[in-house]
Structures are given as C-alpha cells and as structure tokens.
C-alpha cells in the first residue's frame, strides 16, 4: 500500500467528485470508495425523474466501471464503515476491517424523513432514497392502482409524473398553499398546477394527510378535512435528514449537519465532510449541484491545495408535465422588487434586490438560464435602467452587455 490513503465514506456524487479531484492533484496516492449498496455509484435523481425507466442500466451510473479502473479508484461496494478512530486514522468496516486512512472524506449523504403518522407502516407506503426502494415499489404495482404522493416539492412533483406517464392515476398532497413553494412563485405555481391538473393528476392544497387507512395494505388516505383519497400506494417525500451518526460517535462536531469550515473541515484533523451530510455557516444545502461542488472542493484540499468552498446559487431546472421550468437564487417576493413578463403559457419573473437581479422564474428550458445565472452570480448592476419602461429582453440585452465588460 502506498504512504498515502484516501478513504471515502459514501457513494454518491460528492463521493465521485472528491475522487477525482484527489487523483487530479494526487497521481500516486491509493483512493478508496466505500459504500453501503452493492453497486457502482449512481444518479439518485433518476429514482424519481425516470422511475419507470431500467435503474439497473449503465446509464444511471455517474461513472462508468472503466473510469473508476483507468483513475485507479477502488470501489468497495456493499461496505459499510461502521466507526471512525481519528486518533489512529483508522476506518473500521461492519465486518471489523482496520482500514487506514491519510485523509478521510464523510460523504454519508442524507436520509429520507420519515412518516410518523397513524397508517405509515403499512405495505405499499414508501418512499424512495436508493434503488431498493424504487425496485420495491415497481414490483408491487398493479395495473389500475392509485397512487397518492404526499409532498410537493420538486422530488414529489416528478415522481407524480412518472407514474402518469406510465398510466397510474394521481393524487398528489402538499400542506403548503402551492407546489414547489421553495422554488416557484404564487402566480408560477398556479400556472405549474393547472398543467398538472390538465395531465390528469388530482392536486390538494392547503392540508395535510391526517393518517393512512388500511388494514394489512393501503386503501387510501384521510385528509386534515376528513376527506379519504381512495389510493392503493403511497409514495412520500417530506424532506431530508443528514446522516450523522458515524461522525457523531467520533466525536466530530455535529448540529443538523457534520460542521464543515470553507475547505470541507471538519473539527476533527484529516477529516473532511461534503454533501448531503455537511452543514456549512449553519444550513445543509441538500441540493445536487451544491454536493459536486462541496466533493471537489474537499478533494482538493485533501491534497493539501487550498481552495475555499462558496455556495453558488441554487439553480433547480424542472421538466415535467410537459412543462420546462427553472428557478434560480432567491425568489421570495416579499423582499425583493419584481418585473413579470407574461406571453400566453411563458411566464418569466425576475426578482431585484439592491440594483441588480437575485433570483428569476421562468417557463422556459435550461439554455435559457445560463444569462440569468451569469447575470445572478456576478451581481451585475442594474444601475441607470429604466426598469419601469423597458421590457425583459431589453433588461437582459443590457445586462449581458455588462456583464461582458
């Protein structure tokens, strides 16, 4: 074994993108991959995005098997570690292996949060963190079945369209007053539900589920009002909870996530943490893009390259129910002047705050978001426009204009 190990804990895309970085800085060092599901790494957006398509196809995996061999990247699937000793920079594996560290990386991701009401424990009650869950899932519909979807977040809103696209009929139930209500707007959300509602799904807003009814298996769900949507499976997805346990009895420093500084650290020498499971100034970020940032950035610094980790802004690109979306940086109208731009089924709404744009809606595709991003990211100056008299692609022309200087 060569002086220098790298080893990850964890699978997932901070995993992969850590790796990589390592072996970009580092042609020598022996970098390890540990993680608990008995398969390559791969997409977890897929589970929801393409639930219907084959997940045990090469197409779902990040990197394919070549890569990991070329970059002499050892994979160690279907291998927990089940406890860290900074001390002696040892991994332990569940099967009681020493496993000796130089630098270790905690990519232990996130669990999903579960249902705690009367009726959760059911069969058909699911909800979907890896393949097993989607496989479990797919092998117990029936053609016919109902299917209600508890959250409507982004995960929940895809996974309703998967299931309509593949013929099963939809209730979906989020106690907030809209859909998406992270990402989108009131007026984008009752645009974004009237597609979906004309696809066929049911929506139910404003209340939540009361308790899941059944004896031995689903027969449907009752509403805060009393009301019972009649459904044979139900599939939720109620936000996220990082897994800490294994940084937790190291005695590494803990609040929702593993506490990280601007390089990944955590308190503990030679301990990194990216992903879903680390917490960075006081929020675990939980987003796709944000854990192959935090995973390259760890990677670097694990080869003694310093480079500081800043949050880039949270873009979601959205492609369901026919209906090409994105969302990017902060939309909250209550803080920030706004300019909307309505073309029949187009809606686009940019958000101002302190002359220049933070945050943008729109019903467009995702080549269309990268001036915003731009425009987002590099805080170009809105100073000397007549905002009240110019439209959009006036306001945009400009500020691509700008931000070219």
């Known amino acids: 074994m060569s002086e220098k190990h790298y080893v990850i804990v964890g699978s997932g895309v901070a995993a992969v993108h850590a790796a990589k970085a390592i072996r970009d800085h580092d042609n020598e060092a022996e970098i390890s991959i540990y993680g608990e599901e008995a398969k390559l790494p791969y997409n977890r957006i897929k589970l929801s995005k393409g639930l219907f398509t084959d997940l045990h196809s090469e197409k779902v995996l990040i990197k394919k098997e070549k890569w990991y061999l070329e970059n002499r990247i050892k994979v160690q699937s279907g291998t927990s570690i089940?406890?860290?000793?900074?001390?002696?920079?040892?991994?332990?594996?569940?099967?009681?292996?020493?496993?000796?560290?130089y630098k270790l990386l905690l990519c232990t991701g996130a669990s999903n949060r579960k249902l705690t009401m009367e009726g959760a424990s059911l069969h058909n009650v699911h909800?979907?963190?890896?393949m097993s869950d989607a496989d479990r899932l797919k092998a117990g519909l029936q053609s016919g079945n109902r299917v209600c979807i508890i959250g409507g977040g982004v995960q929940g809103v895809e996974t309703a369209w998967s299931f309509i696209e593949a013929g099963y009929h939809v209730t979906i139930v989020e106690a907030a007053q809209r859909l998406m209500n992270r990402q989108l707007d009131e007026a984008s959300s009752t645009l974004l539900t009237h597609k979906i509602t004309g696809l066929g799904a049911d929506v139910r807003l404003g209340q939540g589920v009361h308790r899941i009814v059944g004896t031995?298996?689903?027969?449907?769900?009752?509403?805060?009002?009393?009301?019972?949507?009649?459904?044979?499976?139900?599939v939720y997805s109620i936000g996220i909870i990082p897994n800490t346990d294994l940084a937790h009895k190291a005695n590494i420093l803990v609040q929702s996530g593993i506490v990280v500084n601007e390089n990944m650290e955590t308190s503990t020498a030679h301990v990194y943490a990216a992903g879903d499971a680390a917490e960075y100034l006081g929020r675990v970020e939980g987003l796709w893009g944000g854990a192959i940032d935090q995973g390259k950035i760890a990677g670097t610094n694990m080869t003694g390259n310093p480079i500081a980790y800043q949050r880039a802004v949270p873009v979601t690109l959205f492609n369901a129910f026919e209906t090409p979306l994105f969302s990017i940086g902060m939309v909250d109208e209550q803080q920030c002047n706004?300019?909307?731009?309505?073309?029949?089924?187009?809606?686009?709404?940019?958000?101002?705050?302190?002359d220049s744009i933070v945050g943008v809606i729109s019903f467009e595709g995702a080549a269309a978001s990268l001036s915003y991003k731009t425009a987002i990211e590099n805080k170009i100056s809105l100073e000397g426009m007549d905002l009240a008299h110019s439209s959009l692609e006036e306001i945009m022309t400009e500020v691509m204009k700008r931000s070219q200087k």
């Open 216 to 234: 031995d298996t689903v027969q449907g769900v009752e509403l805060e009002d009393s009301t019972l949507v009649p459904c044979e499976h139900v």
């Open 127 to 130: 909800n979907i963190r890896d």
């Open 82 to 101: 089940t406890s860290i000793d900074p001390d002696n920079r040892m991994a332990i594996t569940m099967d009681g292996q020493d496993v000796p560290y």
């Open 338 to 354: 706004t300019i909307t731009h309505e073309d029949g089924e187009l809606y686009t709404r940019i958000f101002i705050k302190e």
